[in-house]
């Protein structure tokens, strides 16, 4: 019986077969921008296919054409993403930017409505908020904490219920880390679709990564990434990625095709490249995170943790979606300090080790000012409702010894002058740390 090997194994060969490529044991850089067709009938075909001028034949594939529709890169990419989510098929951007607009171009229309979780990564928030309305695309939001029957009745109340086309969440949401049940949101877009339309779920699952939750497995249709983080991971690549079904994915691809955002080959190659050490990276900053989360917790500067590992029972459905969606706790932390903007400058302008960066997902610990950097842009009334204030500092933990990072964050946060009493640590909280 054949053995069904696991993902971290199969992304050193899935999809590639060396004597195609000259015996080369990684796949080349197929850096050329046009494939020449054996014969006309067959570049006929190819672009049949292509433009869904026909059904595929069975055994039948898409030929390579141009490196705007595909390219062996991008083909054998695609094919190891889709292992980790256990999806049919999935499709590479330039940007993680790149595969959000799309999806949302693609499965919404002028007049349609659009069902959107609270808060987003502030460029999603940006499009969705500025550049939809745009195009006469209607938006309800909704946020963690609110009732199945709360959302339905909020999305009833636009009187555009038989108009919601999608349903767009980010889960943990970034920056807050807020936890969004994707069974509940799939159940939501089962109540309003009919047997001419489905509503379909699509989850941006950037701030887990492929390794540590699985959207696919809960109910989503599409799973987004912006795959400069976690999955490029050493912040020298741009990139998005969406998986679904054949059927979906197709349509993703056929308006990549046209707007033109797909990946370079070189961008295919540096993701394949970060793929063989992803879950060694994920688990290890996976680690460090519950180590530094356990650090903050005692910590007299730090009034609040934005962490699924400090989640607990008296947390109620929060805790219950991490045990049953996340892998880990993540590798993303945000904290309030005691104190404003003043006092979250001060940390991170003494940070020595840590780099002053937005991104995320890196090798290298980063640290940013969600207010005034990530989501400057979002509406003010949403940042303070959101909790995503002055004083919130968001970071991203790498792969380094994680004494050191801790070393570094606390000698950063006793820059801070202040008078109060030393938290006492909460011995309960710590105890959740545990990896899940």
Same mark, same amino acid.
């Given at each position: 019986?054949?053995?069904?090997?696991?993902?971290?194994?199969?992304?050193?060969?899935?999809? +590639?077969?060396?004597?195609?490529?000259?015996?080369?044991?990684?796949?080349?850089?197929?850096?050329?921008?046009? $494939?020449? $067709?054996?014969?006309?009938?067959?570049?006929?075909?190819? $672009?049949?296919?292509?433009?869904?001028?026909?059904?595929?034949?069975?055994?039948?594939?898409?030929?390579?054409?141009?490196?705007?529709?595909?390219?062996?890169?991008?083909?054998?990419?695609?094919?190891?993403?889709?292992?980790?989510?256990?999806?049919?098929?999935?499709?590479?951007?330039?940007?993680?930017?790149?595969?959000?607009?799309?999806?949302?171009?693609?499965?919404?229309?002028?007049?349609?409505?659009?069902?959107? %979780?609270?808060?987003? +990564?502030?460029?999603?928030?940006?499009?969705?908020?500025?550049?939809?309305?745009?195009?006469?695309?209607?938006?309800?939001?909704?946020?963690?904490?609110?009732?199945?029957?709360?959302?339905?009745?909020?999305?009833?109340?636009?009187?555009?219920?038989? !108009?919601?086309?999608?349903? $767009?969440?980010?889960?943990?949401?970034?920056?807050?880390?807020?936890?969004?049940?994707?069974?509940?949101?799939?159940?939501?877009?089962?109540h309003f679709s009919t047997p001419e339309k489905e509503i379909y779920l699509a989850v941006d699952n950037t701030y887990m990564g492929p390794v540590w939750q699985h959207p696919i497995r809960h109910g989503a249709d599409l799973v987004i990434y912006s795959a400069t983080k976690y999955i490029g991971g050493h912040s020298d690549v741009i990139a998005g990625?969406?998986?679904? %079904?054949?059927?979906?994915?197709?349509?993703?691809?056929?308006?990549?095709?046209?707007?033109?955002?797909?990946?370079?080959?070189?961008?295919?190659?540096?993701?394949?490249?970060?793929?063989?050490?992803?879950?060694?990276?994920?688990?290890?900053?996976?680690?460090?995170?519950?180590?530094?989360?356990?650090?903050?917790?005692?910590?007299?500067?730090?009034?609040?943790?934005?962490?699924?590992?400090?989640?607990?029972?008296?947390?109620?459905?929060? +805790?219950?979606?991490?045990?049953?969606?996340?892998?880990?706790?993540?590798?993303?932390?945000?904290?309030?300090?005691?104190?404003?903007?003043?006092?979250?400058?001060?940390?991170?302008?003494?940070?020595?080790?840590?780099?002053?960066?937005?991104?995320?997902?890196?090798?290298?610990?980063?640290?940013?000012?969600?207010?005034?950097?990530?989501?400057?842009?979002?509406?003010?009334?949403?940042?303070?409702?959101? %909790?995503?204030?002055?004083?919130?500092?968001?970071?991203?933990?790498?792969?380094?010894?994680?004494?050191?990072?801790?070393?570094?964050?606390?000698?950063?946060?006793?820059?801070?002058?202040?008078?109060?009493?030393?938290? !006492?640590?909460?011995?309960?909280?710590?105890?959740?740390?545990?990896?899940?």
């Amino acid at each position: 019986m054949k053995r069904k090997m696991k993902p971290e194994s199969l992304m050193m060969s899935y999809g +590639y077969k060396p004597e195609l490529s000259e015996g080369a044991v990684k796949c080349p850089i197929f850096m050329t921008s046009t $494939f020449a $067709f054996k014969t006309a009938e067959e570049g006929k075909a190819f $672009f049949e296919l292509a433009y869904g001028l026909r059904e595929q034949n069975k055994g039948e594939k898409l030929g390579l054409i141009y490196s705007r529709i595909n390219n062996p890169d991008l083909e054998v990419l695609e094919n190891r993403l889709t292992l980790w989510d256990e999806a049919e098929e999935g499709a590479v951007f330039e940007s993680g930017m790149s595969a959000i607009t799309t999806v949302l171009l693609e499965f919404l229309k002028p007049g349609d409505l659009l069902l959107m %979780s609270h808060p987003l +990564y502030g460029g999603s928030d940006h499009f969705i908020k500025k550049i939809l309305p745009k195009y006469k695309i209607n938006i309800v939001p909704f946020k963690a904490g609110q009732s199945k029957e709360e959302i339905i009745s909020n999305v009833e109340k636009t009187g555009l219920a038989d !108009k919601l086309a999608l349903i $767009f969440i980010e889960t943990p949401a970034n920056p807050t880390n807020d936890l969004l049940d994707i069974r509940c949101c799939k159940e939501i877009a089962e109540h309003f679709s009919t047997p001419e339309k489905e509503i379909y779920l699509a989850v941006d699952n950037t701030y887990m990564g492929p390794v540590w939750q699985h959207p696919i497995r809960h109910g989503a249709d599409l799973v987004i990434y912006s795959a400069t983080k976690y999955i490029g991971g050493h912040s020298d690549v741009i990139a998005g990625a969406c998986l679904g %079904s054949h059927e979906l994915i197709k349509r993703v691809k056929e308006l990549r095709t046209f707007l033109g955002n797909m990946a370079s080959p070189n961008t295919g190659w540096l993701l394949m490249r970060s793929l063989e050490t992803l879950k060694l990276r994920m688990d290890t900053q996976a680690y460090n995170a519950d180590k530094v989360a356990e650090f903050l917790i005692g910590h007299p500067a730090v009034e609040k943790i934005y962490f699924p590992g400090t989640l607990t029972e008296k947390d109620g459905e929060q +805790y219950k979606i991490r045990q049953r969606q996340c892998l880990t706790n993540g590798g993303m932390i945000s904290f309030d300090l005691k104190g404003g903007e003043k006092e979250a400058f001060i940390f991170l302008n003494s940070l020595k080790h840590i780099k002053l960066a937005v991104s995320l997902g890196g090798t290298e610990s980063l640290a940013e000012h969600p207010a005034t950097m990530t989501h400057s842009d979002m509406d003010p009334a949403d940042r303070k409702e959101l %909790s995503v204030t002055e004083k919130m500092v968001r970071l991203s933990i790498g792969v380094e010894n994680y004494e050191d990072i801790i070393y570094d964050i606390e000698q950063a946060l006793n820059k801070i002058s202040l008078k109060n009493e030393p938290l !006492k640590i909460n011995s309960e909280h710590k105890a959740a740390l545990n990896l899940v």
